[in-house]
């Protein structure tokens, strides 16, 4: 079966830097997505990797290994407003995304 | 309109009821989603279609029906409602299949009782 694993919470300091990272097993591979969702929001593209290695874009990155079947998002200089759930999301062979349940992310002053 | 719009925001159903969700969007994608979103799970695929006149069944099709009669419309129809499809609903569209970006609608949050 086809399956995105993510940490369902994590907590972290304004000002600090946090690591989500997702994990998956999927029928094909055409891309890794990154999606922010607020809540009571809609989910908004954030990154993807297609290729390994980091992709930058400001103070968010976005890394891939595909042979390891592992991406995590880098948020450096956290604010207050991105308190927000972070969905990870693989594109499989069927250009279909397959969509982990997300990871709330809490930010402390 | 700029984007994807849907409606209604919020809908209470007695169960049995048939429904329309409605999603309207301006950007001349060719390729439109439904997803239903519930706690605990990701979102999950109901039905797409690639480019008008044509649609596909997703993760989770059954009980649900679409229709693509233009670009711009991609109504989401219950034929029966059934408490189990309580659920937040998430309209989407890419400029076409397995495009990199989707845009995503506002939700319609559905409660069948």
């Known amino acids: ?109 | 309109i700029a984007g994807i719009t849907q409606a209604p925001t919020s809908q209470i159903l007695a169960a049995g009821r048939r429904m329309t969700l409605r999603c309207t969007q301006d950007m001349r994608h060719n390729a439109m989603y439904w997803y239903r979103q519930d706690l605990g799970l990701g979102l999950r695929l109901i039905h797409y279609s690639n480019t008008a006149g044509t649609t596909g069944k997703g993760e989770v099709p059954d009980g649900y029906s679409v229709s693509r009669a233009n670009t711009d419309d991609f109504p989401l129809t219950l034929a029966s409602a059934v408490p189990s499809q309580t659920s937040v609903y998430f309209c989407a569209s890419s400029e076409r299949e397995g495009y990199n970006e989707q845009f995503f609608g506002p939700g319609t949050r559905l409660t069948v009782l």
């Open chain 1, 1 to 109: 079966g086809q399956n995105i694993d993510q940490p369902t919470e994590m907590t972290a300091t304004e000002g600090a830097i946090v690591q989500i990272n997702c994990t998956y097993q999927t029928s094909g591979f055409n891309g890794l997505f990154w999606y922010q969702q607020h809540a009571g929001e809609a989910p908004t593209f954030l990154s993807y990797n297609v290729l390994d290695g980091l992709e930058e874009k400001g103070r968010f990155s976005s890394f891939l290994s595909r042979s390891k079947g592992y991406s995590y998002l880098l948020l450096k200089e956290l604010q207050m407003k991105d308190s927000a759930s972070y969905l990870c999301a693989v594109m499989d062979s069927n250009y279909q995304l397959i969509w982990g349940a997300g990871t709330k992310l809490i930010i402390k002053p």
